[in-house]
């Protein structure tokens, strides 16, 4: 198999194609071995990647919510999981949550105790839990304080 190092047209066999970067080129040999000598600078071997066993099953309807730990530390949760998915060893949840879709892998469920636990950020002046994290990692009460610019502001899971 070839990949296209490059972007560029493709006459072969009457027709022409256009290629771009990247795109993995299939060809018989003859013509593969042809377009490695004349363009050795557009086109490169690649090996194909071998073939993954993986499954995926929906999730049975005794499935109990779960909760799973964000990048940020955050315990969140209950979601309900949709599928389950094994990769090699690896295993996998899809999981619905806030009209949202997550793979979550296994290794960062937590426990509801863990999530019940958990510090929860509450605003002394509103009362409200509704935050944003700073640059600074500071968290700040989106009520009381709103971003000035909301297109740079850290988003966290909630």
Not at 32 to 61: C, F, M, Y
Not at 105 to 134: H, K, M, P, V
Not at 140 to 145: E, G, K, L
Request: charged letters at 25%; a neutral charge; hydrophobic letters at 40%.
């Amino acid at each position: 198999m070839l990949e296209a190092i490059t972007s560029f047209r493709l006459r072969l066999h009457g027709q022409v194609r256009a290629i771009e970067r990247g795109q993995a080129i299939e060809l018989d040999r003859p013509d593969a071995e042809r377009l490695l000598a004349k363009a050795p600078d557009r086109v490169r071997v690649v090996e194909p990647q071998p073939a993954r066993d993986i499954t995926v099953e929906p999730a049975g309807p005794s499935v109990r919510p779960v909760y799973w730990e964000s990048g940020n530390g955050r315990i969140i949760g209950p979601g309900q999981v949709v599928q389950v998915a094994k990769d090699g060893t690896e295993f996998w949840l899809c999981i619905e949550f806030g009209g949202a879709v997550y793979w979550i892998r296994d290794f960062l469920l937590r426990s509801r105790q863990a999530f019940d636990q958990q510090i929860r950020w509450i605003c002394g002046c509103c009362n409200g839990s509704d935050f944003w994290a700073s640059a600074y990692r500071a968290h700040i009460c989106r009520r009381c304080h709103p971003p000035a610019a909301p297109s740079l502001e850290i988003t966290e899971a909630s």
